[in-house]
T-cell receptor, first 112, second 115 residues
Framework: GQQLNQSPQSMFIQEGEDVSMNCTSS?????WLWYKQDPGEGPVLLIA?????ELTSNGRLTAQFGITRKDSFLNISASIPSDVGIYFC????????????FGQGTTLQVKP | DAGVIQSPRHEVTEMGQEVTLRCKPI?????LFWYRQTMMRGLELLIY????????DSGMPEDRFSAKMPNASFSTLKIQPSEPRDSAVYFC?????????????FGSGTQLSVL
């Protein structure tokens, strides 16, 4: 089945640093999404990308839908302590099914 | 507005016991999804419903797992009999009518431990 490879698996950075993480797939996706999960909570949607090459920002977060439709990256600029959590990429290969394929997650820790 | 509500938040049970997880989706959402999260396998879709009808249950691991959605405001995921390998966090998510399928709203999850 479809799989997403997300990297890095974990990051430990200093407050104020920029962060970059990415996801790759062996198959094409029509939609790429990035979610964040805080401890003890469910994932929350950060950014949704619907078109190859699309670059979208949400505050300090920027994500891009790769031209090949097989990859996406998420950047966080000027990290702050509340950015701590697990970031998941997710892809959807077809519409109106909700069958998202999730990456394994990137655990981010920010040192004040 | 209240989000997706799941209960219980934590469940500890013994192997062989029946476990029932509950979910109340956001009012007005017509699609409901059950996911399971483990360290080894990450987030996996178990089953989803559209307008209370199960559409795809291919992710349900075994016959021990069953899910129902008797009405638009309530769903259950049942495991009978439970086994230690079922230990995981189970998430329910719902989606608003007419929006892209990706805009899922997740509940806080049920942490299940089967001893």
């Amino acid at each position: 089945g479809q799989q997403l490879n997300q990297s890095p698996q974990s990051m430990f950075i200093q407050e104020g640093e920029d962060v970059s993480m990415n996801c790759t797939s062996s198959s094409i996706f029509n939609t790429w999404l990035w979610y964040k999960q805080d401890p003890g909570e469910g994932p929350v949607l950060l950014i949704a990308l619907y078109k190859a090459g699309e670059l979208t920002s949400n505050g300090r977060l920027t994500a891009q839908f790769g031209i090949t439709r097989k990859d996406s990256f998420l950047n966080i600029s000027a990290s702050i302590p509340s950015d701590v959590g697990i970031y998941f990429c997710a892809g959807s290969g077809s519409s109106n099914t909700g069958k998202l394929i999730f990456g394994q997650g990137t655990t981010l820790q920010v040192k004040p | 507005d209240a989000g997706v509500i799941q209960s219980p938040r934590h469940e500890v049970t013994e192997m062989g016991q029946e476990v029932t997880l509950r979910c109340k989706p956001i009012s007005g959402h017509n699609s409901l999804f059950w996911y399971r999260q483990t360290m080894m396998r990450g987030l996996e879709l178990l089953i989803y419903f559209n307008n209370n009808v199960p559409i795809d249950d291919s992710g349900m691991p075994e016959d021990r797992f069953s899910a129902k959605m008797p009405n638009a405001s309530f769903s259950t995921l049942k495991i009978q009999p439970s086994e230690p390998r079922d230990s995981a966090v189970y998430f329910c998510a719902s989606r608003p009518t007419g929006t892209p399928n990706e805009k899922l709203f997740f509940g806080s999850g049920t942490q299940l431990s089967v001893l």
